[in-house]
T-cell receptor, first 114, second 111 residues
Framework: DAGVIQSPRHEVTEMGQEVTLRCKPISGHNSLFWYRQTMMRGLELLIYFNNNVPIDDSGMPEDRFSAKMPNASFSTLKIQPSEPRDSAVYFC????????????FGDGTRLSIL | QKEVEQDPGPLSVPEGAIVSLNCTYSNSAFQYFMWYRQYSRKGPELLMYTYSSGNKEDGRFTAQVDKSSKYISLFIRDSQPSDSATYLCAYKVGTGNQFYFGTGTSLTVIP
């Protein structure tokens, strides 16, 4: 089975540019999560979707961040405009329906904002 | 208070040693506990999960949950250099889909 697929794996861009991160969840999983990981703060939940609907976006740091899930097999996380403090590894995870379903993670996008 | 606290380490042990990794959590509601392993430049990978108190064993790995003290542990027997990674504890409360992660403990097993 294919796991969670994220692209790009690495992104280096200049401050002020728009950044779009992409995620394909595991087929059949109905929940999708976006996380940000840094050395200082560990893994932080940004937003999660259930059946393509955003359920909790309280972790989205600012209005510069937005996320969409137009269908069950694709999601994007957009940062516009980007800032150096957005530099981190961004992970997407998905899990299936039912109590006790663990999350499965992609390999992340390593984002560097210069 | 954070939902889950984890000692960041780093922890360095010789090959063959028994490793003990620990977390404490704060919420007393129904929980589901997980341990993830994360290699450098990779995503967290699920190692083990359990609902209940007590021990759950999988090969060299044992997950232990003590709900009375809100303490969860992962033991690694006969540690190998390939176990060198960051280990994250996590738990889920109730029937919602919110997972809480520790900050991870970095482990190095020296050959």
């Amino acid at each position: 089975d294919a796991g969670v697929i994220q692209s790009p794996r690495h992104e280096v861009t200049e401050m002020g540019q728009e950044v779009t991160l992409r995620c394909k969840p595991i087929s059949g999983h109905n929940s999708l999560f976006w996380y940000r990981q840094t050395m200082m703060r560990g893994l932080e939940l940004l937003i999660y979707f259930n059946n393509n609907v955003p359920i909790d976006d309280s972790g989205m740091p600012e209005d510069r961040f937005s996320a969409k899930m137009p269908n069950a097999s694709f999601s994007t996380l957009k940062i516009q405009p980007s800032e150096p403090r957005d530099s981190a590894v961004y992970f997407c995870a998905s899990n299936g329906q039912g109590i006790g379903q663990p999350q499965h993670f992609g390999d992340g996008t390593r984002l560097s904002i210069l | 208070q954070k939902e889950v606290e984890q000692d960041p380490g780093p922890l360095s042990v010789p090959e063959g040693a028994i490793v003990s990794l620990n977390c404490t959590y704060s919420n007393s509601a129904f929980q589901y506990f997980m341990w993830y392993r994360q290699y450098s430049r990779k995503g967290p990978e699920l190692l083990m999960y359990t609902y209940s108190s007590g021990n759950k064993e999988d090969g060299r790995f044992t997950a232990q949950v003590d709900k009375s003290s809100k303490y969860i542990s992962l033991f690694i027997r006969d540690s190998q250099p390939s176990d060198s990674a960051t280990y994250l504890c996590a738990y889920k409360v109730g029937t919602g889909n919110q997972f809480y992660f520790g900050t991870g403990t970095s482990l190095t097993v020296i050959p």
